[in-house]
């Protein structure tokens, strides 16, 4: 079968693979990715690695989660992963979800990453609706999904016991019309 290949400007998204491993755990070596994910071991080890890769080889087979490295076209590493979670192919819908190794945030990268996986999520799987979350302090991430055309749906309050605090979860979500019309 022929490998599902993203293909952007900066970088390419494509599955996980086995040798992704030092990858990812280098990239992934900062508390404050841990601190804006839910359910992201820390401190981070090579085999939460192998299980995060092999999890999502899994998922993939069974198309409830789509995730890909995020490869730069220079460096030929993977230096963060962006993914479709929870699919719900019933309702068309899932959950875009992202992160990127700390040298290289605020050069645009997850925002072109979101935009190869958006339209994947529409053109090719044809969901409806992708939403997203973020903490309500984790103003990049907001930046990133209003960047993509997501409109703010909703504060949960203090619905998150992470890293021993409350915190408060926004909401967003995209209708396929919205992004496809951009
Ligand atoms: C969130 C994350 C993926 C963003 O990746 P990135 O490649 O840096 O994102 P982009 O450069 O495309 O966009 C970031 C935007 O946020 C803005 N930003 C960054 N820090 C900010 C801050 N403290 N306050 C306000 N805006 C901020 C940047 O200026 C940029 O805005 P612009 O598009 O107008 O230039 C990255 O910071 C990360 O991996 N964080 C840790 C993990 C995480 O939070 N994952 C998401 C969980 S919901």
Redesign the pocket.
Known sequence: MKELKLIGKRITLRPLKSSDVKDIYLNIQ?K??A???LDMPWPYSIRDAQKFIKKMQKARQKKSDFAFGIESKTRKEVI?CIGLYKINFKHKNGEL??????K???????????KLVLDFAFSKLKLHRVW????SN???????LK?LGFKKEGVFRQAFWHFDCWRDGIHYGLLSKEFLKK
């Open positions: 900062n404050k990715i601190e804006n994910i963060g979800g992202y992160w990127l190794g700390p290289y945030w605020n050069q645009g990268i997850m925002t072109e990453a979101g997203g979350g973020a903490f984790n103003l990049a991430s907001q930046k990133v960047n």
